[in-house]
């Protein structure tokens, strides 16, 4: 079974601060993404990464950055966190763009 | 106009009811077609793909797309209370695409 596991189920955190959500897959997929997900606009593209070091940006960028130091891990940095940044934030991976497979899901709250 | 509409319910059916999820499409493109379940509180689980045109059963579960209509069908059978969840379809347009458009899902409550 693929697993795709996230650093934090919930954070909280303040306005302006640096956050880092972590992800890390199992089945040696090339690409990884991150989503958020918040109601009534269903999940959103931040970033994706088809290989190590390589990423392209998303529906909703701005705001964001990520890193993909390994192929197994793709991180998704905040740089200066706004209470609009409040979400559902998904991580998942596939291989041959057929099917995703999602991690669990961090919920954060910015204050 | 969404490139993908989903009722959000919430639909509440009795235990052992057949249910009918559904998703339109405006983009003919589309080819891949998914639906996962998620819980609450939890990441989307994989429940169906289907390439195409019709029909995909797997145990209680059926997939179904009428391209023609740009119309996917969800249908469980014999529901379940731990069926309640939030259904969600996802469609692309190319096999090796990074672009995938989700519906913004439908909340089920199957009441025992």
């Known amino acids: 079974d693929v697993k795709v596991t996230q650093s934090s189920r919930y954070l909280v955190k303040r306005t302006g601060e640096k956050v880092f959500l972590e992800c890390v897959q199992d089945?040696?997929?090339?690409?990884m993404f991150w989503y958020r997900q918040d109601p009534g606009l269903g999940l959103r593209l931040i970033y994706f990464?088809?290989?190590?070091?390589?990423?392209e940006k998303g529906d909703i960028p701005e705001g964001y950055s990520v890193s993909r130091e390994k192929k197994e891990r793709f991180s998704l940095i905040l740089e200066s966190a706004s209470t609009n940044q409040t979400s559902m934030y998904l991580c998942?991976?596939?291989?041959?763009?057929?099917?995703?497979?999602f991690g669990p899901g961090t919920r954060l709250l910015v204050l | 106009q969404k490139e993908v509409e989903q009722d959000p319910g919430p639909l509440s059916v009795p235990e052992g009811a057949i249910v009918s999820l559904n998703c339109t499409y405006s983009?003919?493109?589309?080819?891949?077609f998914m639906w996962y379940r998620q819980y609450s509180r939890k990441g989307p689980e994989l429940l169906m793909y289907t390439y195409s045109s019709g029909n995909k059963e797997d145990g209680r579960f059926t997939a179904q797309v009428d391209k023609s209509s740009k119309y996917i069908s969800l249908f469980i059978r014999d529901s379940q209370p731990s069926d309640s969840a939030t259904y969600l379809c996802a469609m692309s347009a190319t096999k090796g695409t990074y672009k995938y458009i989700f519906g913004t899902g439908t909340r089920l409550k199957v009441l025992a």
């Open positions: 983009n003919s493109a589309f080819q891949y």
């Open positions: 998942a991976s596939s291989t041959g763009g057929e099917t995703q497979y």
């Open positions: 089945m040696d997929h090339e690409n």
């Open positions: 990464s088809y290989d190590v070091k390589m990423k």
